[in-house]
């Protein structure tokens, strides 16, 4: 008898503990992303140096400003359109890489299918200021190249300035070294000029003479910059 009433605690205890991992699970599992919790913060980390009163765009700053637009910006940062990188990601390996991570646009997603909650007025963070943008500088033996080139010696690149590249042009540029292997060194999409910046590699990319350099057309601008000394 007492080994049978043990049975029945036993099961019960097990009963109750599954039920309340299970609620558990499923309270973190459907806590909504909020405006003033997430989305608020990364707005402000990545989108409001231009998306702010007195900047090149309309301002997010604010809850009123952003939901309104929440189809849109879901549907930007999806397409990759925003933040204005202008590279496609995964091609080069760049320190100063500002598109979104893909938990930063699931973020964004969740948020919008929820139906955009505003959340705890008492979280949302503080407005960011905005120092002047710094002017893209770059030293002058910096390599620039138009059209097919090969080097004539090598060369360490800490990164690239797209100096010249029309609007809505997408470039492929790659370097074929000369044992025939092929480093990718960016590949642009969407760069807008009126936003210059560079693309600065994560690691130095090192290229002995004779690499040739592909996908730079006539009239096309990029410059090759080498590591600071």
Not at 54 to 71: E, I, K, N
Not at 106 to 119: F, K, N, Q
């Given at each position: 008898m007492l080994r049978s009433s043990m049975k029945r605690v036993l099961a019960v205890g097990a009963l109750v503990w599954t039920a309340a991992v299970g609620v558990l699970a499923h309270d973190l599992?459907?806590?909504?992303?909020?405006?003033?919790?997430?989305?608020?913060?990364?707005?402000?980390?990545?989108?409001?140096?231009?998306?702010?009163?007195?900047?090149?765009?309309?301002?997010?700053?604010?809850?009123?400003?952003?939901?309104?637009?929440?189809?849109?910006?879901?549907?930007?940062?999806?397409?990759?359109?925003?933040?204005?990188?202008?590279?496609?990601?995964?091609?080069?390996?760049?320190?100063?890489?500002?598109?979104?991570?893909?938990?930063?646009?699931?973020?964004?997603?969740?948020?919008?299918?929820?139906?955009?909650?505003?959340?705890?007025?008492?979280?949302?963070?503080?407005?960011?200021?905005?120092?002047?943008?710094?002017?893209?500088?770059?030293?002058?033996?910096?390599?620039?190249?138009?059209g097919p080139t090969t080097l004539d010696r090598p060369m360490a690149i800490d990164g690239l300035w797209p100096e010249h590249v029309g609007p809505e042009q997408s470039l492929r540029v790659v370097a074929v070294l000369p044992d025939h292997r092929v480093q990718p060194l960016v590949w642009l999409h969407g760069y807008d000029e009126r936003l210059p910046h560079v693309f600065l590699y994560r690691d130095v990319v090192r290229l002995p003479a004779g690499t040739q350099i592909h996908g730079i057309p006539q009239g096309v601008v990029v410059s090759l910059i080498p590591p600071a000394k």
């Open positions: 599992g459907s806590t909504p992303i909020t405006w003033n919790r997430e989305i608020a913060r990364l707005i402000y980390d990545r989108c409001a140096s231009c998306h702010r009163p007195g900047g090149t765009s309309f301002s997010l700053l604010q809850f009123a400003d952003a939901q309104p637009r929440a189809v849109a910006i879901r549907d930007a940062v999806l397409s990759r359109r925003m933040p204005p990188w202008g590279a496609v990601k995964g091609f080069g390996n760049f320190r100063n890489d500002q598109a979104l991570t893909q938990e930063q646009i699931e973020l964004i997603v969740s948020w919008v299918a929820s139906d955009t909650p505003r959340g705890n007025r008492r979280i949302v963070p503080k407005e960011p200021t905005f120092p002047a943008p710094p002017s893209v500088s770059v030293p002058a033996s910096a390599v620039r190249v138009s």
